[in-house]
């Protein structure tokens, strides 16, 4: 059965890192694809994104997004060229329907679908790369002092489902098993019992929980977050990538324009940027394996 | 090898379903002539660009037009223009300010992505205050494409319909609808044809006061579009009350007042009115009939013998 959630313990600063620092790091790359448009900048980003998954050994967790974002990128690339109805190089014209209107499809209409499709695609890798990297139990915990229900909410459903969908694999195979002579089991038969297993499930948590002291006053035992030391590398990077990306922005080297022709800016600037987001989102990983190496090599 | 032939039939299927469709590859055949395009702000009252396109393309919008020459940006499937070198639609503080376009005068009733820009079209867009009157119908601004060349790239037979006593304000607006080169009609023959007419109404208002387009004059600018009224005033004559762009008529002028304005009623083509409070008035107007004075103009009144652009006050 698949897995719920993407997590795994992964080697390297972003697993070893609190989601604090996680955050700090991951969020600029978010952001670079909401300022920026220029698909240069896009593309370096989502290769910095691949690059972190593929140094925390988490590039098998990218392959279900990936997926979605392929296709939610089609789905954008073909309803942007029909409702975008500027562009002056026009290849196919004169679809003319009712309420819609004559709907022409221009090339610079598909390439602004493609650059929203890779914003897309690199906000799907980022929050992977965080789903796959980070503890959701330390995200949880995290919260946990400044919204206790909501933290022990999204605990129970991390917990939870997973068990739900295993009894209902059980259950399934269970009315499998019985014959092919026996009546048929309905879906909602299954379900009646489904959620008579998780609410005989809830009653025993909730009995644990409060044999374990959940609900007492929190903040004497409140524990101090734990940070990495390879977490503050994290932490500078993302800085380092936010001012960066803000910089580039107001100072406008990587400009992108579709309409009325595609006006891309392919200076210095815009490649240098593209190439710089992608080594400040590597520095970290790569700063961690020389000091590991050198580390040994003292050691030996 | 089937992959191949799966992926080439459905190809065919495609192409075949475009053909049906009435869809072709690329901008498609031009048309050979010019295309304006003139952008203003406050009811016409400053100029702020005007631009040409040489026989645009089939695939030639307003939206294409307008984009090569200002910045925009865009609402509702690029059917709504929300600014315009950085001019931008706004609401608050009692005022509603948008982006409108006219084509050969007549206001758009479909957006700008789909407004197709055809030989000898003008495209006239204006940024005004729209709180008295989000439909403006019609306007004279664009004097004489209306007549030359209607809509959508469609003609339609125009007809001077005289009502005034001597006839002089009449022949003088025929005369300057021929020199443009507009081919008029009689009123019979576009009757027994059912035509779809553009009609020039000429007299003093007490003549055409019957006519649904001129009643539409005494609704006001949320109705009609054109910011004047012809009223009888307390004097019992008849009196023209300009509007300001609040929709407000203002006082009423007896003497000598005329007005030339366009309005539609219902789906039916535009109705221009070249008007007055009386005889002197409509002669007034007739005089001022040309493309100099209309240039630009939602509509225009003549008061004291000075050409007053309507609504009055716009721009001030």
Request: with cysteine.
């Amino acid at each position: 059965m698949r897995v719920a959630l993407a997590y795994s313990p992964r080697p390297g600063p972003l697993g070893a890192a609190s989601p604090l620092q996680a955050a700090l790091f991951l969020g600029p790359l978010a952001a670079i694809a909401f300022i920026h448009d220029s698909p240069f900048v896009l593309v370096g980003t989502a290769v910095a994104a691949l690059w972190v998954a593929s140094l925390s050994q988490a590039l098998d967790a990218l392959r279900a997004p990936l997926r979605w974002a392929l296709a939610l990128g089609v789905l954008i690339v073909a309803v942007n060229a029909l409702a975008a109805q500027r562009g002056e190089t026009i290849l196919l014209r004169g679809w003319d329907l009712p309420l819609l209107g004559q709907l022409d499809v221009s090339l610079e209409a598909l390439v602004e679908g493609g650059v929203l499709a890779l914003r897309v695609l690199v906000a799907l890798l980022v929050f992977a790369v965080w789903s796959a990297c980070v503890n959701p139990d330390r995200i949880l915990r995290g919260i946990r002092p400044y919204a206790a229900r909501s933290a022990l909410t999204g605990t129970l459903i991390a917990r939870l489902v997973p068990l739900a969908a295993a009894d209902l694999q059980r259950l399934s195979e269970t009315a499998r098993l019985r014959g092919p002579a026996a009546s048929e089991l309905g879906r909602m038969a299954i379900a009646r019992r489904l959620l008579a297993g998780s609410l005989d499930r809830a009653i025993d948590v909730a009995a644990t929980l409060e044999l374990r002291g959940y609900g007492l006053d929190t903040s004497a035992t409140q524990a101090r977050p734990r940070t990495s030391a390879g977490g503050s590398g994290l932490v500078l990077a993302g800085v380092a990538i936010a001012a960066v990306g803000i910089v580039a922005a107001i100072v406008g080297v990587a400009g992108f324009d579709a309409y009325p022709t595609i006006s891309i800016a392919t200076g210095p600037g815009a490649l240098a940027l593209a190439g710089a987001i992608p080594l400040l989102a590597a520095a970290p990983f790569l700063a961690s394996t020389r000091a590991g190496r050198s580390a040994v090599s003292d050691v030996g | 090898m089937r992959r191949g032939r799966r992926i080439a039939t459905a190809g065919v299927l495609l192409a075949s379903a475009l053909a049906a469709a009435g869809c072709g590859i690329g901008a498609g055949e031009a048309s050979e002539g010019t295309a304006t395009l003139t952008i203003t702000r406050d009811y016409g009252s400053e100029s702020l660009h005007e631009a040409t396109v040489s026989d645009p393309a089939e695939s030639e919008t307003v939206i294409r037009f307008l984009d090569r020459e200002a910045e925009i940006t865009t609402r509702h499937g690029d059917n709504f223009v929300q600014s315009i070198d950085g001019l931008a639609g706004r609401l608050g503080d009692g005022s509603r300010f948008d982006w409108f376009f006219y084509v050969n005068g007549y206001w758009s009733p479909i957006g700008a992505g789909e407004a197709e820009v055809h030989a000898g079209d003008r495209i006239w867009w204006d940024y005004r205050e729209w709180s008295a009157a989000y439909t403006v119908p019609a306007v004279v601004g664009s004097f004489p494409e209306p007549f030359l060349n209607g809509y959508g790239g469609e003609r339609f037979d125009v007809v001077v319909e005289c009502e005034i006593e001597p006839a002089d304000a009449c022949e003088r607006v025929e005369g300057v609808l021929r020199d443009e080169g507009v081919e008029l009609r009689s009123a019979a023959a576009t009757q027994a044809a059912d035509a779809d007419v553009l009609r020039v109404l000429v007299g003093p208002f007490g003549r055409l006061a019957d006519d649904p387009a001129a009643k539409l004059l005494a609704a006001g600018p949320t109705t009609s579009g054109i910011f004047a009224s012809i009223e009888i005033d307390r004097h019992g004559g008849y009196a023209l009350f300009p509007a300001g762009v609040d929709g407000e008529l203002r006082a009423g002028e007896q003497d000598r007042a005329g007005l030339i304005a366009a309005t539609r009623v219902g789906d039916e083509q535009p109705t221009w009115l070249v008007t007055g409070v009386d005889r002197s008035g409509a002669e007034a107007a007739a005089e001022i009939f040309d493309a100099e004075h209309l240039r630009d103009r939602f509509a225009v009144a003549v008061i004291d013998g000075e050409v007053v652009p309507l609504p009055i006050e716009a721009g001030s």
